[in-house]
């Protein structure tokens, strides 16, 4: 029951982050605020993680591709289709549900135990939608992330591949254009937006409903990381079957 009660209490968070609007200047402000903190800071940390990732797969491929008979093309194949459908849009979103995650959970944890969530409501300001509205605006943006990701990791997958010597330039690319489907990169941000509402606001839940001290919070903060990671991994399964069966 306890986790039909959580349930219950993350939907009804979401119907009231749409009642009582904050002021519209003051939202501009904290969604821009959210921008710098949830997107711009977290661009070093994928940045860094999707080019060697890119490279990673490159040197597996490369490695495991003993057969003479098999093109070098394959492998610029393979590491497009595994960051384009997978690691950029999958992996990378657990990375941020513990960068981006944990810190809105403690964030928001903090401003409960030091009671400013009860300040706010006694202002009449609607705290769930001055807390968690933000957040989600600024993750509208999540999938230039990911697209940068994207990139990122084909680069670091083409440096690693040909300065490496496991494959030709011209092969690489040659490798990257075949059989390419568009619709693949569709698949890939239409879950990266789901991604991103999961991302904003399964952490605000857990850092708005905390109870306890600053102790609490770095619980809250794990837990929060733990369940936003399951939902990422379960809600990735049931869009596959959807999108690509």
Same mark, same amino acid.
């Given at each position: 029951m306890g986790y039909l009660h959580d349930i219950g209490e993350y939907f009804m968070m979401l119907k009231n982050v749409f009642k009582r609007m904050t002021k519209g200047s003051v939202l501009r402000t904290l969604i821009f605020k959210e921008i710098d903190d949830l997107i711009i800071n977290s661009m070093g940390i994928v940045a860094f993680i999707s080019f060697f990732l890119g490279a990673v797969v490159t040197i597996q491929t490369a490695l495991n591709l003993g057969n003479p008979l098999i093109p070098k093309s394959l492998i610029a194949f393979t590491a497009r289709q595994s960051i384009i459908l997978e690691f950029s849009p999958t992996f990378i979103?657990?990375?941020?549900?513990g960068k981006v995650g944990s810190y809105i959970t403690s964030s928001i944890g903090t401003m409960r135990v030091t009671e400013q969530i009860d300040a706010l409501e006694v202002m009449g300001i609607n705290s769930v939608n001055y807390l968690v509205f933000p957040k989600m605006v600024a993750m509208l943006l999540y999938p230039f992330v990911i697209c940068i990701s994207m990139f990122l990791g084909i680069v /670091?997958? *083409?440096?690693?591949? &040909?300065?490496?010597? @496991? &494959?030709?330039?011209?092969? +690489?690319?040659? /490798?990257?254009? &075949?059989?390419?489907?568009? %619709?693949?990169?569709? %698949?890939?941000?239409?879950?990266?937006?789901?991604? #991103? +509402?999961?991302? #904003?606001?399964?952490?605000? %839940?857990? /850092? *708005? @409903?905390?109870?306890?001290? #600053?102790?609490?919070v770095g619980q809250a903060s794990t837990t929060s990381f733990v369940w936003t990671s399951v939902i990422l991994i379960i809600t990735n399964y049931v869009l596959t079957q959807l999108l690509l069966s």
């Open positions: 979103s657990i990375i941020m549900a /670091g997958a *083409y440096i690693a591949g &040909v300065l490496g010597g @496991y &494959v030709a330039s011209d092969l +690489f690319i040659q /490798g990257l254009q &075949v059989d390419f489907i568009p %619709y693949h990169l569709t %698949y890939a941000f239409i879950k990266t937006f789901f991604f #991103a +509402f999961i991302l #904003a606001t399964v952490p605000s %839940y857990h /850092g *708005y @409903y905390m109870r306890g001290g #600053a102790l609490e």
